[in-house]
């Protein structure tokens, strides 16, 4: 069975920092990656995917996630945190092309000032 | 384009009635999937609709159940609603491809 794991329930970044958030999954076939991000009373925008291919996938906002199979993870990273980047967000996996996905727990992001 | 519709947003329902939520996907897209999101649960994905065929199902007691119409357009329907069923329902469409683009979802609440 898949299942993703966030690691860290909360992030806390100042304004201009790295921003790194953890995702590691667990799939018996090769996965299809991806990010969500989901701000107060809103539904949830994909900020990248990951299907085949370059294994470095760049997304919306100045995000980008890495898809490294030998430690089953695609974190994803932004080099400079804005205030506009706090919200919640969510690594999902599916095992094939737009079937369901399994969700992580969600990360929440603070950006300080 | 116009994105994921859902309506209603908000609804207030008490134990043992029923509910139909409504989703409209984005025009052209064939596929509608339907995911429950709790503070203790997460996001839970409950079925997804493809061609009017229900081809994948979560896991989710039977009260749970949806359709799709031939326009794309899908419902789901919660009956005998219970106290947990309280959650932000989320509609996500796509074209059978990997991603899937969600609504901004309707928030119900069951007392």
């Known amino acids: 069975a898949q299942s993703v794991t966030q690691l860290g329930s909360h992030v806390s970044v100042s304004e201009g920092a790295l921003v790194l958030l953890r995702c590691n999954y667990s799939s018996s076939v090769p996965p299809y990656l991806f990010w969500y991000v989901q701000y107060p009373n809103q539904g949830l925008q994909l900020l990248l995917k990951?299907?085949?291919?370059?294994?470095l996938v760049k997304g919306i906002n100045g995000f980008e996630a890495e898809f490294k199979k030998s430690e089953t993870s695609f974190h994803l990273t932004k080099p400079s945190a804005h205030m506009s980047d706090a919200a919640e967000y969510f690594c999902a996996v599916s095992e094939q092309a737009g079937t369901a996905l399994i969700f992580g727990k969600g990360t929440t992001l603070s950006v300080s000032s | 384009k116009a994105g994921v519709t859902q309506t209603p947003r908000y609804l207030i329902k008490t134990r043992g009635q029923q509910v139909t939520l409504s989703c409209s996907p984005i025009?052209?897209?064939?596929?509608v999937s339907w995911y429950q999101q709790t503070p203790g649960q997460g996001l839970q994905f409950l079925f997804e609709y493809f061609s009017e065929t229900q081809r994948n199902k979560g896991n989710f007691p039977g009260r749970f159940s949806g359709r799709q119409f031939s326009n794309s357009r899908s419902e789901m329907n919660v009956s005998t609603l219970e106290l947990g069923d309280s959650a932000l329902y989320l509609c996500a469409s796509g074209q059978g491809t990997s991603e899937q683009y969600f609504g901004p979802g309707t928030r119900l609440t069951v007392t």
């Open positions: 025009s052209g897209h064939r596929s």
């Open positions: 990951y299907t085949t291919g370059a294994t």
